[in-house]
Nanobody, 128 residues
Framework: QLQPVESGGGLAQPGGSLRLSCAASGFTLEHHAIGWFRQAPGKEREGVAC????????YYADSVKGRFTLSRDNGKETVYLQMNSLKPEDTGVYYC?????????????????????WGQGTQVTVSR
């Protein structure tokens, strides 16, 4: 089964940082686009950051731009989401998703329906 595996969630105070990891399970990430999504209770799942290819530039939602950084270790098997200057509104379950790169581009990589393979999610809570 092709499934990303997220880790690194937890509790952070406003202004704090967390680093999420997304590891491949049963596949290699080299030829896959990776998206990070989050969902809070009662909210729709929203795209946070994505990268289409290992040699491309990450893209970020306006709400996290300048605070979050997606990195992909030169096409290796782990993708990271460094989250700095966390806000309470960043709270939610964060998901890593993958899809073959050829099926997405910079205009579609934030759209959850484009992704075929999803991790189980990791909880991020930002609170005093």
């Amino acid at each position: 089964q092709l499934q990303p595996v997220e880790s690194g969630g937890g509790l952070a105070q406003p202004g704090g940082s967390l680093r999420l990891s997304c590891a491949a399970s049963g596949f290699t990430l080299e030829h896959h686009a990776i998206g990070w999504f989050r969902q809070a209770p009662g909210k729709e799942r929203e795209g946070v950051a994505c990268i289409v290819s290992s040699d491309g530039s990450p893209y970020y939602a306006d709400s996290v731009k300048g605070r979050f950084t997606l990195s992909r270790d030169n096409g290796k098997e782990t993708v990271y989401l460094q989250m700095n200057s966390l806000k309470p509104e960043d709270t939610g379950v964060y998901y890593c998703a993958a899809v073959p790169s050829r099926f997405v581009n910079e205009n579609t990589c934030f759209k959850a329906p484009e992704y075929d393979f999803w991790g189980q999610g990791t909880q991020v809570t930002v609170s005093r």
